[in-house]
T-cell receptor, first 114, second 112 residues
């Protein structure tokens, strides 16, 4: 158990819909990262937050957005869903959000878009 | 274009065999990490290597970082069924912030 929690574990929805994925970091960690894992692309970095502020952006689509709240939990919002958005979405957290930090991954949310 | 190339993509071996997984790039990384991921779970960090030429051992696993910090390898001695899983390498580039760049992984299956 990494100490990072993600909900829900599974999500099935239809194209065009909007969903919200939630992540609670390890106790004491200030930084949260979101990754997307698909069979063809592997694990891709989406976005990072540190203490409520966006710190780094990766291959995140404009239809996707995220935020980190004052209690440090984070949400990833996916809208206008397409079939290709079906993937595993992982949240990771680290203490200070620097490159030397260890990132601890949550169990993931499996999103299926039908 | 994948920044970190892992090979082989799939590996199926018998218990007791040795194996090596490679992670290669044309880019320099400030550090490189190896993760193991089991079905339905998130990646779990095995090791971080930060110095060119560094070798780290974790029981039957030996990790090496290339001298130029562009490549790494994971060697498993006497593989066991419990080693089965997806092995991912991930590089950190200081100039790109803190995002990790992952290889696509090597799926290892060890049968008894």
């Amino acid at each position: 158990d990494s100490g990072v929690t993600q909900t829900p574990k599974h999500l099935i929805t239809a194209t065009g819909q909007r969903v919200t994925l939630r992540c609670s970091p390890r106790s004491g960690d200030l930084s949260v990262y979101w990754y997307q894992q698909s069979l063809d692309q592997g694990l891709q970095f989406l976005i990072q937050y540190y203490n409520g502020e966006e710190r780094a952006k990766g291959n995140i689509l404009e239809r996707f957005s995220a935020q980190q709240f004052p209690d440090l939990h984070s949400e990833l919002n996916l809208s206008s869903l397409e079939l290709g958005d079906s993937a595993l979405y992982f949240c990771a957290s680290s203490a200070t959000g620097t490159s030397a930090d260890t990132q601890y991954f949550g169990p993931g949310t499996r999103l299926t878009v039908l | 274009t994948q920044l970190l190339e892992q090979s082989p993509q799939f590996l199926s071996i018998q218990e007791g065999e040795n194996l090596t997984v490679y992670c290669n790039s044309s880019s320099v990384f400030s550090s490189l990490q190896w993760y193991r991921q089991e079905p339905g779970e998130g990646p779990v960090l095995l090791v971080t290597v930060v110095t060119g030429g560094e070798v780290k051992k974790l029981k039957r696993l030996t990790f090496q970082f290339g001298d130029a910090r562009k490549d790494s390898s994971l060697h498993i001695t006497a593989a066991q069924p419990g080693d089965t899983g997806l092995y991912l390498c991930a590089g950190a580039r200081r100039q790109a912030g803190t995002a990790l760049i992952f290889g696509k992984g090597t799926t290892l299956s060890v049968s008894s």
